[in-house]
């Protein structure tokens, strides 16, 4: 198994060494955007039976978006916000083992078959939203996997806020 899989399915099984690795190595850059775009474009692809050919587009622009604010809030509010004494990351170090964190969302690709949609998007998203707590933990060098919950959650709230207004202010306005 090749380096880059096994990577994906650490980070999926939530080993934090993994996570501490990719932190350190500013080399793991592309390899962690690159799971962050294999995510995205298997929710895309996941959404194909309920959205068709828009609804792939829209589906895998609207999860690099997430996730790419998801990552900026958490930074910022990791850092700035509830930082631990200890805390010392810059945007590289989260943005590489958040991206990490994003291998659960491959599963999405399962919502081509019908009816498994429902089914396999809330899996990965609560997946993915405890590999992105993981992850916050070990590059934020919190002690505390709570301030971690915290962190990602309230991030993720903004995030979905913003897509949301996004989505809304993008929208083509109905007549009548």
């Given at each position: 198994?090749?380096?880059?899989?096994?990577?994906?399915?650490?980070?999926?099984?939530?080993?934090?060494?993994?996570?501490?690795?990719?932190?350190?190595?500013?080399?793991?850059?592309?390899?962690?955007?690159?799971?962050?775009?294999?995510?995205?474009?298997?929710?895309?692809?996941?959404?194909?039976?309920?959205?068709?050919?828009?609804?792939?587009?829209?589906?895998?622009?609207?999860?690099?978006?997430?996730?790419?604010?998801?990552?900026?809030?958490?930074?910022?509010?990791?850092?700035?916000?509830?930082?631990?004494?200890?805390?010392?990351?810059?945007?590289?170090?989260?943005?590489?083992?958040?991206?990490?964190?994003?291998?659960?969302?491959?599963?999405?690709?399962?919502?081509?078959?019908?009816?498994?949609?429902?089914?396999?998007?809330?899996?990965?998203?609560?997946?993915?939203l405890v590999t992105m707590i993981v992850a916050v933990r070990q590059a934020l060098d919190y002690s505390s996997t709570w301030r971690a919950v915290v962190?990602?959650?309230?991030?993720?709230?903004?995030?979905?806020?913003?897509?949301?207004?996004?989505?809304?202010?993008?929208?083509?306005?109905?007549?009548?």
């Open positions: 198994m090749d380096t880059f899989t096994n990577s994906m399915i650490r980070a999926a099984r939530l080993d934090a060494s993994l996570y501490e690795e990719v932190e350190a190595d500013p080399t793991a850059m592309r390899p962690a955007m690159q799971v962050v775009v294999l995510s995205s474009v298997a929710a895309g692809v996941g959404s194909i039976t309920e959205g068709g050919l828009v609804g792939i587009i829209a589906m895998t622009v609207g999860a690099l978006l997430g996730w790419y604010i998801w990552a900026g809030l958490t930074y910022l509010i990791g850092t700035r916000l509830l930082a631990e004494p200890q805390t010392h990351a810059d945007l590289g170090q989260l943005l590489r083992s958040t991206g990490f964190s994003s291998s659960p969302g491959v599963i999405r690709l399962l919502g081509i078959v019908p009816g498994l949609s429902m089914i396999v998007m809330p899996i990965a998203a609560v997946w993915m962190v990602c959650l309230i991030g993720w709230l903004v995030q979905v806020l913003v897509v949301f207004g996004l989505i809304v202010a993008l929208a083509p306005s109905q007549p009548g």
